[in-house]
């Protein structure tokens, strides 16, 4: 066939034949895993986005390198199209499979193939968790330092292809800044090596590239991660505030100060009542905001740090500051925070998970502008996010039965991501772009910008088969946007 395939979002593709495919499948891959039954496709038809579910034509599970390889070759020559999952868990809609294409499922690649102490350096399989890398290295006194508040669950490859965060980010850096190497197979199934064991690697750094490319470039095979050693110490504060634009302005006091916390999250009045009521960790439910903040490293550094950090956050108006008394709370105060998506999950039958970042600068005005914004759409909105890092996460909170509020909560969550672009900032921080914020691209990038994307796209897949209509739009749908968007803002050019 060798089909160009039209990179849309409307599920429009070249009729495959699915029974021919799959026969061919069966044929050149030998002990391949394949599902084709509706029921047995039900599972993979979305990811942690759920509003937005499509049926694959199939369901790839392979359990060898040999079986990617065949698999990618196969797909290519008859010109089908291929969608790499992992656990599923992502939040942009990225890992949505295909009406008529494969969906390349990756978990039964879960082995931890070494630890090497010496080295501190961990070399692990695609469908590896993110908490069995650190649950492995822990006996030599090494961890993973990226954690996602998914982490239980989330898989390596998944945080290679979306360049995922996490609570401690700040001071150890995304999943870009832990991984030195990765085996990568391409749409041909042909086999690159990217990075290397070494503090660099010679030409360009493809590396980084594949950090955060969306399963749009190749397949990740086998990552290469630093471990850090545990800090010898670890103390969080946590600080209540009676004004959310204070809190806001207390986090850039803190980095001001010269202090660069492990961790510095910040939950606003409706999250910290949701995360409360699920975990019982211990916060004030009257504070509009808190702040929580970490600090590591040898315990007098980590004393003086404290100390700083308490003058500062009281010079900003913190009503309250308590710092854990031992393991167990501090332990207790994050597993409000990392619950604070199925905690909020509790307070509405539905909730749409917002990703975008800003300069720390901006945090008050920008949490001002959502407040504006949520009380224009009528739809409450809860705010918990990396804030040190200006990683933003509002959780807008509709109900998908009443007619129209997923299209309110839609355009609500398109303003906030656009307000985060008129600020300094960028449309998304770690969930990646996916299918959900592509629009959002054309309100990001210029015509020239998205074109420089799309070369690099096609200088590794060509025919773009892997996970297309995801990530970069098409011209035709920027201009599409962009008509509607000036339509919008000015009421003589509508109908």
């Not at 197979?185 to 360009?204: C, K, V, Y």
Request: aromatic share 6%.
């Amino acid at each position: 066939m060798n089909i160009l395939y039209d990179e849309r979002l409307d599920g429009a593709a070249p009729q495959l034949d699915k029974t021919a495919i799959r026969d061919s499948l069966a044929q050149d891959v030998p002990g391949l895993t394949l599902l084709h039954r509706e029921e047995d496709l039900h599972p993979f038809e979305c990811d942690g986005l759920s509003v937005y579910r499509t049926l694959p034509m199939l369901v790839a599970l392979p359990e060898t390198l040999a079986q990617v390889e065949q698999l990618l070759k196969t797909c290519h020559r008859l010109g089908v199209p291929v969608v790499t999952r992992g656990a599923g868990t992502g939040l942009s809609g990225g890992a949505m499979p295909l009406e008529h294409g494969v969906l390349l499922v990756l978990s039964r690649f879960s082995r931890i193939l070494e630890i090497d102490p010496e080295a501190r350096i961990a070399r692990v399989e695609p469908g590896v968790r993110n908490l069995a890398i650190s649950e492995a290295a822990s006996p030599y006194g090494l961890y993973y330092a990226p954690d996602p508040s998914s982490q239980i669950a989330c898989s390596i490859g998944g945080n290679v292809a979306e360049n995922a965060g996490g609570v401690h980010c700040l001071k150890y850096g995304l999943t870009v800044h832990n991984v030195i190497k990765v085996e990568v197979l391409t749409i041909e199934g042909e086999h690159m090596t990217l990075g290397s064991d070494a503090l660099d690697a010679p030409g360009f750094d493809l590396l980084a590239l594949f950090n955060g490319s969306e399963g749009m470039l190749g397949v990740v095979t086998e990552i290469t991660v630093k471990l850090l050693p545990k800090p010898e110490t670890a103390k969080v504060l946590m600080a209540s505030f009676d004004d959310i634009e204070k809190a806001g302005n207390a986090v850039g006091s803190i980095i001001a100060a010269g202090i660069i916390p492990g961790g510095l999250e910040m939950m606003d009045n409706l999250a910290i009542r949701a995360a409360e009521d699920f975990i019982g960790a211990g916060y004030p439910v009257e504070a509009e905001a808190i702040l929580l903040c970490e600090l590591d490293g040898v315990e007098a550094d980590v004393d003086d740090d404290c100390e700083t950090v308490r003058r500062v956050l009281e010079a900003a108006g913190a009503t309250g500051i308590q710092q854990a008394r031992d393991d167990a709370e501090r332990a207790l105060f994050w597993a409000g925070r990392k619950n604070a998506f199925p905690a909020v999950g509790r307070m509405s039958p539905d909730y749409y998970c917002m990703d975008g970042t800003i300069p720390r600068r901006e945090l008050a005005r920008v949490l001002k502008g959502i407040s504006d914004l949520s009380e224009q759409y009528g739809l409450r909105v809860a705010n918990v996010f990396h804030a040190g890092d200006g990683n933003m996460h509002p959780l807008i909170l509709f109900d998908a039965n009443t007619p129209g509020e997923l299209d309110e909560a839609e355009a609500l969550g398109g303003k906030i991501l656009e307000l985060c672009v008129e600020v300094g900032g960028t449309i998304t921080g770690e969930h990646g772009v996916g299918r959900e914020k592509i629009n959002q691209m054309c309100a990001q990038f210029r015509p020239d910008e998205l074109a420089t994307f799309r070369a690099a796209k096609a200088a590794f897949d060509p025919t773009g088969l892997l996970n297309p209509g995801k990530n970069i739009p098409t011209p035709a749908r920027c201009s599409e946007f962009r008509t509607i968007k000036s339509a919008a803002a000015d009421p003589a050019q509508q109908g």
